[in-house]
Every structure is written in structure tokens, then in C-alpha cells.
């Protein structure tokens, strides 16, 4: 299994972004996905999760409107739109892939190596 991030960069608050995790290594439409977050000094923060089918998606609640999680199945790539960027954002961003096929219970068992997001001006 192999999820690769990328997408991440310096943006000004209020910009926005698109991360990408491309996937390979197992079938990877059978399977929800999720974006979590680690800040500076602080833990992980789950933010966003899509069930394998791409039709349920998930947020956290200070990413409701801003950003959007979306699946390309054919392409076995993951992706997270993210808009009004504020400083708070700042983090190094990660995909996960959930444990189970058909399951969306935040409990993974690959992640990616990460994707760093950084907004200031």
C-alpha cells in the first residue's frame, strides 16, 4: 500500500488550496478515506472522511464550507479542496486509508507521509 500526498504549499489567508493523495496497493474504491492534520505543537486533528463510494462525506466542524473531500475512483486518487484558508490551517496534511473495505469508523491502517499546508502572509 502506498498513498502519496502532494498539492501542498504557502498560501496568503484566505487563499486556497487542492491537496491530492494518489493511491496504489490495493483496491482502492472498496475503501473509505479520510485527511487528517497535525499543527505545530498540537496532535492530530481529524478533518475530513468520504466513504468508499464517494457518496457520504464527512467534516469536521471548523471545516464545514471551506473545505470539500472528493474521490476519483478511476484515477485512485483522493482529494481535498480547501478554501478560505485561515493560519489556524497551517499543518502538515495526511491521508489515511481506512482498515476495513465498506467501513467509515476512523480507524486506519496506512497513511501517507504528509503534505505541508502553511498560510500566513
Known amino acids: 500500500v502506498q498513498l502519496v500526498e502532494s498539492g501542498g504549499g504557502l498560501v496568503q489567508p484566505g487563499g486556497s488550496l487542492r491537496l491530492s493523495c494518489a493511491a496504489s496497493?490495493?483496491?482502492?474504491?472498496?475503501?473509505?478515506m479520510s485527511w487528517v492534520r497535525q499543527s505545530p505543537g498540537k496532535g492530530l486533528e481529524w478533518v475530513s472522511a468520504?466513504?468508499?463510494?464517494?457518496?457520504?462525506?464527512y467534516y469536521a466542524e471548523s471545516m464545514k464550507g471551506r473545505f470539500t473531500i472528493s474521490r476519483d475512483n478511476a484515477k485512485n486518487t483522493l482529494y481535498l479542496q480547501m478554501n478560505s484558508l485561515k493560519s489556524d490551517d497551517t499543518a502538515v496534511y495526511y491521508c489515511?486509508?481506512?482498515?476495513?473495505?465498506?467501513?467509515?469508523?476512523?480507524?486506519?491502517?496506512?497513511w501517507g507521509q504528509g503534505t505541508q499546508v502553511t498560510v500566513s502572509s
Open positions: 489515511a486509508k481506512e482498515m476495513r473495505p465498506y467501513e467509515s469508523l476512523a480507524k486506519y491502517d496506512y
Open positions: 496497493g490495493f483496491t482502492f474504491d472498496d475503501y473509505a
Open positions: 468520504i466513504s468508499w463510494n464517494g457518496r457520504t462525506t
